[in-house]
């Protein structure tokens, strides 16, 4: 029996609300503990009538303008990607760069770890979340792959992976551009190592790996498993680390550099899907991260995992959609409930199916 409990800790308070005259109001605030790691998370239903003021409306006629002025000076646009962007020396990536279709892999200008490479994922400068079609992402994922088992044949010490998306500005992107990056380093960044160790932990206690045994426990509760397709099990957070997050678990690999064409194809697949539904909500602006380890000496307790999270929309004079609770609190707000997000994805993955 898998070794996972489900924590929420629920606290009932009374106010005299001034909206409705002063009328007495009871809210129900719930404290829900990630069983991994133990992260909190916060969730009060009269927070659904405030999420205008977190997220905002996008405002078209703002998109359009910052759609259209930004492509005027893009680096990753047209005749500007091939002159402004630097090369790999040939000792590690024959050519210079990697080319996937439309996706194109470089150095990153400014790296913050020993391998950093962006991938420019189109020649179109912005798109819509639903026009983040599955091959478009694929191929930004086939270059990453490419370039990682470049990395690999190159140096033992390279360990830890994270290929990386952020789009606008909202979700801390310096450039419209759809584009990844991709991390490869001899030391795991916060989140992922203690996310590694947990794993570990978990494996050695009980015998078993943990996100296998968080898929077998969401599949007979139904509430937020989504769906299957090939070895990815999609699926939302009990207490997620971001706004409606959505994750991915493959079944079998805790390394990247072991998917196969068909494992790309549908987590391409699935990440498309996911973008579509953030669309229907509402938003505009994203990020994920999927999470690999080498296993020269085997992380028997790891899976790769992809978590998604949609931020704050753009309109003028925005306000950051992380404020003291996520930052210094480290502690993520609830908008929408990982069970109502998990609902509208599940409908959306067997629609397209």
Not at 250 to 277: K, N, P, W, Y
Request: with cysteine.
């Amino acid at each position: 029996m898998p070794n996972i409990t489900f924590e929420t800790i629920t606290s009932v308070l009374t106010i005299l609300n001034p909206l409705k005259s002063f009328k007495e109001e009871t809210h129900r605030v719930e404290v829900r503990k990630d069983p991994l790691l133990g992260d909190r998370s916060v969730y009060n239903p009269f927070l659904g009538d405030k999420a205008n003021a977190f997220f905002g409306s996008n405002d078209p006629a703002l998109i359009d303008a910052l759609a259209e002025t930004s492509a005027k000076t893009c680096i990753f646009c047209g005749d500007r990607l091939e002159r402004s962007t630097p090369r790999y020396p040939a000792d590690l990536v024959a050519e210079g760069r990697i080319r996937k279709g439309e996706a194109l892999l470089f150095p990153n200008l400014f790296s913050i770890g020993a391998y950093h490479a962006v991938v420019a994922l189109c020649k179109t400068h912005f798109l819509k979340l639903s026009e983040f079609s599955p091959a478009l992402i694929e191929n930004g994922l086939k270059a990453a792959l490419e370039f990682l088992k470049a990395v690999y044949q190159r140096d033992r010490e390279a360990q830890f992976v994270t290929i990386n998306a952020n789009y606008l500005f909202p979700a801390g992107a310096s450039l419209v551009h759809p584009h990844l990056q991709i991390l490869i380093t001899p030391v795991a960044y916060s989140y992922h190592a203690r996310m590694i160790d947990a794993c570990r932990s978990y494996y050695l206690k009980n015998g078993t790996v943990y996100h296998a045994d968080l898929i077998e426990v969401e599949k007979k509760s139904g509430s937020r498993y989504v769906a299957q397709g090939g070895n990815w099990h999609w699926l939302t957070a009990f207490s997620p680390l971001g706004s409606n997050e959505i994750d991915a678990v493959h079944e079998t690999e805790g390394d990247f550099v072991r998917m196969t064409d068909a494992d790309l194809q549908e987590l391409a697949r699935g990440i498309s899907r996911s973008l579509s539904l953030y669309e229907r909500m509402g938003h505009l602006s994203f990020n994920y991260t999927l999470f690999s380890v080498r296993r020269p000496g085997g992380e028997e307790g790891s899976r790769c995992l992809l978590k998604m999270v949609n931020r704050q929309n753009l309109y003028p004079n925005y306000r950051n959609d992380d404020y003291f609770l996520q930052k210094m609190l480290q502690t993520e707000l609830i908008i929408n409930l990982p069970e109502e997000i998990a609902e509208k994805l599940r409908s959306l993955f067997k629609a397209i199916a």
